[in-house]
């Protein structure tokens, strides 16, 4: 196919411009999001939209607990209390991930071992963790990343060997599926951001949910003082007793939920089934035409990965393209893209995590600190290439639009074409 791509003077190949528009805009807040917030604001109890927000999404989970936080960056914060992450403690976490993941470890004065990634998915890899372990590790953590699902039980049966906690970011992923469950119930703790960004939202929030009591407890006395008095565990529970005349404390952090965020993010969970069930019915259309296309040119674009087993979701459609096989660069690349109509992006920021100088310095409070604090039992480094494929994927991603709502075969036709088109006359950008 010798074309003229639009971005050397032929026609574009996307027209319903309009229809891609609308129905990838995210997030959209409809009246029922609009009349929640009213009634928040006209009630007399708004904290109580809270404790709501937390009862459906731990039924939605099928969790005991659910534990809602200002954002997913203290839901994170606190599931690494939670599961008892001390200072100089190692927690395993990806390198290729956002970095707000990994920072709360830091706060704990604990000390994050980057792990690798599978360059198919983006998610650790287990083979990875397992030459991470030392004595000092307390935690893995797994993000789903950009919503592919990662594989969890060869992560469970590593963590179940060496008697450490699993906590699961399912922050780009509410709602996948790892063999039948749910994500963020096959860890000990699971954690959600509800940014605005995300498949449901609360503008700002997030989750943390768990079984385990005592987990959530710990997460309660980190940044929930008011739930304090009503805690089960009296270990806990006699930080703040309303019948004593005694001063309430917790342990340093007030990260309750706006109830205006717990209401929004109420009704988006009643939505998130159906809102994903449309999400897969698109993209996996989309994904089917693309792997074949892939595949006759010899895997210089490949579409998202959904592992066998997995329902993934996708957070952003990223898909790797290989400059490095096309002679094309990645710029240009999303450039064709973009003047075909179909909107391109880089993945901005997400890069592996130890390139930024906290890392590559070794300081945060001070130099050296706490990477070389008395209490760390081995000297953790960040050089250049400890973690490869986390280091080759930023090259590769691109990130294209979600089609989130139901939308006309022939849009989803031409999004395939506008990629296919630059694709099959990709010389012509040399
Ligand atoms: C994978 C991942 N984890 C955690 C977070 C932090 O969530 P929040 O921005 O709600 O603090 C983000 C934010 O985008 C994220 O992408």
Redesign the pocket.
């Known amino acids: 196919m010798v074309e003229n791509l639009a971005l050397l003077g032929g026609t574009r190949a996307l027209n319903r411009i309009e229809e891609l528009d609308s129905a990838s805009r995210w997030p959209i807040f409809g009246d029922e999001e609009k009349k929640a917030v009213c009634e928040v604001l006209d009630s007399r109890d708004p904290y109580s939209y809270i404790g709501r927000f937390e009862d459906e999404f731990a039924s939605y989970h099928n969790v005991k607990f659910a534990l809602a936080h200002n954002?997913?960056?203290?839901?994170?914060h606190s599931a690494y209390f939670a599961v008892g992450v001390e200072p100089g403690d190692e927690v395993i976490t990806p390198a290729y991930?956002?970095h707000?993941?990994v920072a709360p470890i830091l706060a704990l004065h604990a000390i994050p071992v980057f792990c690798d990634i599978d360059p198919r998915t983006g998610c650790i890899d287990p083979r990875d963790i397992e030459h991470k372990i030392s004595h000092r590790t307390k935690a893995i953590v797994v993000?789903h990343?950009y919503g592919a699902v990662a594989p969890m039980d060869e992560i469970i049966s590593i963590a179940k060997d060496h008697d450490i906690a699993v906590i699961e970011?399912c922050?780009?992923a509410h709602g996948a599926k790892y063999k039948g469950r749910k994500v963020g119930t096959i860890g000990d703790i699971g954690?959600f951001?509800?940014?605005a960004?995300?498949l449901m939202t609360g503008i700002?929030?997030?989750v943390m949910i768990t079984n385990n009591e005592e987990y959530y407890e710990r997460a309660c006395i980190l940044g929930h003082y008011e739930r304090i008095p009503r805690l089960r565990m009296e270990k806990y529970r006699r930080y703040y007793q309303t019948d004593r005349d005694m001063a309430p404390s917790c342990f340093g952090f007030k990260y309750r939920i706006h109830p205006l965020a717990a209401a929004i993010a109420s009704i988006q969970l009643k939505h998130l089934d159906e809102w994903n069930s449309i999400r897969r019915s698109n993209m996996t259309y989309i994904t089917k035409a693309l792997s074949i296309i892939g595949e006759e040119l010899g895997y210089i674009f490949e579409p998202p990965y959904e592992a066998p087993g997995t329902e993934r979701l996708w957070?952003g459609y990223v898909c790797q393209y290989h400059p490095d096989k096309t002679g094309v660069s990645k710029s240009r690349f999303i450039e064709a893209l973009k003047a075909e109509g179909l909107p391109a992006s880089d993945m901005r920021g997400f890069l592996p995590v130890y390139w930024n100088p906290i890392y590559e310095e070794r300081s945060v409070w001070r130099e050296g600190y706490p990477f070389d604090a008395s209490y760390v039992s081995r000297k953790i480094t960040y050089e250049r290439g400890i973690c490869p494929e986390a280091e080759r994927i930023w090259l590769r991603t691109i990130r294209l639009p979600v089609i989130h709502r139901r939308v006309s075969i022939e849009l989803l036709e031409e999004y395939v074409y506008a990629i296919e088109k630059v694709l099959r006359n990709i010389s012509s950008l040399r």
């Not at 954002?71 to 994170?76: E, Q, V």
């Open positions: 954002n997913g960056t203290s839901a994170l991930t956002w707000l993941q993000v990343l970011d922050s780009h954690c951001s509800l940014q960004s995300k700002e929030g997030g957070y």
